[in-house]
Every structure is written in C-alpha cells, then in structure tokens.
C-alpha cells in the first residue's frame, strides 16, 4: 500500500505564501516524477507543478510559472510546492500525485487526500 500524505493548506491573504509538503509512505514503488494538481469548485482538476524524480526537471501551469516552485526530497521521497505571490484564483483543493510514466492527470497512479488552499481577496 501506497499513501501520500499532504500537509501545509491553509487561509491567506492575497500577496501571500504557503507551503505544500506531500510525503510518501508504504511499500516501494516506482516513481517517473511526483506533481500537484488542484481543483476548484465546479471546475476539472488541473495541472499545477511536477518534477521528474531522476533529474530534477520541473514544469509548471502557465497560470502559476514565477510564482509557485516545486521542489524534492529523494531521500525521503517527499515534495513541495512553494507558493508565493498567491492569487484568490488559486484557490482550491491541492492533490499530491505520483506517476510511473509521465506528467499527464490520468498517468497519476496514486493520489493524495488534497489539502485546501483558500487566498482570500
């Protein structure tokens, strides 16, 4: 059993920042690259960041490009997402998400529980 765990969500003022954390836990498994996703209120989930556990690559949403940095921790196989200069667009519930095989949502083989982000205008 795989398990990733988010913490760091919270309420923020426009102009702010948060801190997402999301830590892997339970048998081995293998991992091409670890992202985030989030979702809004009656909108689909969308892609936020990933990085590719080999080397380090990231990408991001155009929406949050300059804003948001995704980072790594291999040895305990846990990544963050550092958000700054948050939006009340990106308000939302975000998803840690892991893939054997690439970056798009339904190469995600395990999911987080989401952690709520709010930035209140």
């Known amino acids: 059993q795989v398990q990733l765990v988010e913490s760091g969500g919270g309420l923020v003022q426009a102009g702010g920042s948060l801190r997402l954390s999301c830590a892997a836990s339970?048998?081995?498994?293998?991992?091409?690259?670890m992202g985030w996703f989030r979702q809004a209120p009656g909108k689909l989930r969308e892609f936020v960041a990933a990085?590719?556990?080999?080397?380090?690559?990231?990408y991001y949403a155009d929406s949050v490009k300059g804003r948001f940095t995704i980072s790594r921790d291999n040895t305990e196989k846990a990544v963050y997402l550092q958000m700054n200069s948050l939006k009340p667009e990106d308000t939302a519930v975000y998803y840690c998400?892991?893939?054997?095989?690439?970056?798009?949502?339904?190469?995600?083989?395990?999911w987080g529980q989401g952690t709520q982000v709010t930035v209140s205008s």
């Open positions: 339970g048998r081995t498994f293998s991992t091409y690259a």
């Open positions: 990085i590719v556990w080999r080397d380090g690559s990231t």
């Open positions: 998400s892991s893939s054997p095989t690439g970056l798009g949502y339904h190469q995600q083989d395990y």
